[in-house]
């Protein structure tokens, strides 16, 4: 039996929040290895601390994506009833 309420990819906000996406991360995973970078050599840490910095930093840039791609959703939701 069919559902009675059906959903619809809305195409033009679903490209319009992978878009911002890409552009956002690219922002954000940039600046963790960077400033993992940088902060690593401020604090003398090292090569290995650099790595484990810049890690860190990514994981938390993962959680901004996540975070921006839900927030995002609210406002351009993917989906319609129809």
Sequence with gaps: MPSSSSRQIVWPSVITVISAAILIGAEVFGAAFAGGWAL??????????????????????????????????????????G
Aim: aromatic share 10%.
């Design 40 to 81: 690593a050599v401020l604090m003398n840490l090292g090569d290995q601390g650099a790595h484990i910095l810049q890690a860190v930093l990514f994981v938390l840039g993962v959680l901004v994506m996540i975070a921006f791609v839900r927030a995002a959703q609210r406002v351009e939701p993917f989906f319609k009833r």
